[in-house]
């Protein structure tokens, strides 16, 4: 999930609900340090709900593919 966070479109994805708006301000500005803040908390509850279920997810199409493949034999 570190991975997909480098993209950035987590970030684009939370900027772009509309849910709070980047704080106008020079750069240093303490507010935008408190919107990262949030972002960052939001983003990390997020991955924290649904990563179990990717995970499951995940392993569960694998084990179907992987069984499939190896019955073609």
Known sequence: ???ALETGA???AFAETGLIAWPE???GD???ARY???EDEVLA???AAI???VVDAFATAAREIIGRERRRR
Do not use: K, S
Request: zero cysteines; proline letters at 10%; hydrophobic letters at 45%.
């Open 1 to 3: 999930m570190e991975r």
């Open 10 to 12: 987590a970030f684009d």
């Open 25 to 27: 301000g020079e750069m």
């Open 30 to 32: 303490p507010r935008h």
């Open 36 to 38: 990262e803040a949030i």
């Open 45 to 47: 509850a997020t991955i």
């Open 51 to 53: 990563l179990p279920t």
